[in-house]
């Protein structure tokens, strides 16, 4: 009679053997809290629900002024965080070839070459002594030894452990990219912000000296006054003081302008030399009107909004790729060669071939608290993910609108800042006209002269400041790395 055991079961047993212990080891993968992203946000900015985003706009269209352009286009060839930032996607890029290479198989060639001495009274020393070599010939002593050899291994990839890992490292990649984009943003941003503040204080400094010398007049007048007795010194000594403070307040200006300057030069990447730019353009800047779109525009348009997303991801293949650890892994390894006691055998085959063929299945079994680790320190760094993407997305939000409110807040207080100005500069003459006839004291003179220079001030100010919100909120709304 015959027993052999039927093929059909000598093929299903592995198989469910293997399924038990993939059943058993999964259930006990400890369970722990996941939840996804709230990526819901606000349906539109106040009452607005139009779609035009400022953010489409590419920067050489969003920026006209020639010289703003060169002092961009320079600093994204040559700012240093931003070469920095380029190589942080080079290493990214790395590491993902390393983890693809990682489920794909290895091979390894090696040539050896060793010499052994057997003791005589041992067991290969017997075999060496009793067994000859060739007719005449016995083992040599010591005993030479010659391998070239190709080796393989590769694990087979059953729980995708492998792939997913390499997915999360390409997630990382493309978050580096978007990483880039986001400095981009900021840098432009920074740039423009520094060059309008150069020419305002370009402008505050020739205010500045214009009204020195509007100074220098009346201190000219009170001293005539003086010589016809209308005024005491003290209204020369308090004139010639204040001419002297506004002089001061030059170099403060020049030296702010010097480190403006500078700033902007350390960000194009150059050492310290004269910033191009028209002054008088200051007075004729008008901030454009920004179209904000709606909120979810931001999810496409801004960069941290789309590097942390890409980060979520990433997590999310780290913990199934710490959750395969649980599993049983199968590696595969093999070999072939030629081996012998002298070069000469070694071109001798089949004499001298050798090879191997072999395939193990492990599962960790006891003592698994590092996976267990593992697999929590991945799912925390997931739980991190989630909760810095809704931070991401919650803080452009807040940016846009706050930037929304400052360019509507800043056009009114513009305006009545011009108005303030221009009865400021009237009054100057008015003053100037009744001192001369007695009509009003130097004090009246002096103290209308120091509001006018101060409205001045804070006029410039002001449109320096609506200049900036919108370069904030182009960059608040994902524009500028276009």
Partial sequence: MNTAIPMSRTIKSPACAVALAVLL?????????????????????????????????????????????????????????????LQEVAIAQSEVRARKGEYLPFIDLGIGAGV??????????????????????????????????????????????????????????????EGRNFTVTHLVAEIANSYYELMALDNQLAILKDNIAIQQDALEIVKQEKQAAKVTELAVRRFEAE????????????????????????????????????????????????????????????????????????????????????????????????????????????????????GELVAPLINRNALKAAYASANARQMQAVYGYERTVLNAYVEVVNQLAAIDNLRNSYALRRQQVDALSSSITISSNLFRSARADYMEVLLTQRDALESKF?????????????????????????
């Fill in 458 to 482: 804070d006029l410039v100010e002001t449109r320096m400041q609506q200049m900036n919100a919108m370069v904030n909120m182009y960059q608040a709304l994902g524009g500028g790395w276009k």
């Fill in 243 to 358: 001419v002297l403070k506004n002089r001061s307040m030059q170099f403060e200006i020049q030296q702010r302008i010097t480190e403006t300057e500078n700033r902007i030069n350390f960000l194009v990447g150059r050492y310290p030399q004269h910033v191009d730019r028209d002054p008088q353009a200051f007075a004729h800047l008008v901030p454009d009107s920004l179209y904000a779109g709606i909120p979810a525009q931001l999810l496409t348009h801004r960069p941290d909004i789309r590097q942390a997303e890409l980060g979520l991801a990433a997590a999310r293949l780290d913990v199934k790729a710490a959750k395969a650890s649980f599993y049983p892994s199968l590696r595969l390894t093999a070999g072939v060669g030629l081996n012998a006691i002298n070069t000469t055998y070694l071109v001798r085959t089949p004499q001298s071939l050798i090879y191997n063929a072999a």
């Fill in 25 to 85: 080891l999964s259930s006990c993968v400890p369970a722990l809290k996941v939840r996804d992203a709230r990526k819901a946000v606000p349906a539109a900015y106040a009452a607005s629900t139009d779609t035009t985003d400022a953010a489409a706009i590419p920067w050489k269209q969003f920026f006209t002024d020639p010289a703003l352009r060169t002092l961009i286009d320079s600093a994204l060839a040559n700012n240093q965080e931003l070469n920095v930032m």
């Fill in 116 to 177: 052994e001495k057997a003791g005589r009274f041992t067991r290969n020393g017997v075999v060496e002594e009793e067994l000859p070599l060739d007719e005449d010939k016995k083992f040599p002593e010591p005993l030479p030894d010659f391998l070239v050899a190709a080796r393989a291994s590769w694990e087979l990839d059953i729980w995708k452990k492998l792939r997913n890992a390499k997915q999360a490292a390409v997630m990382r990649y493309l978050g580096t990219m």
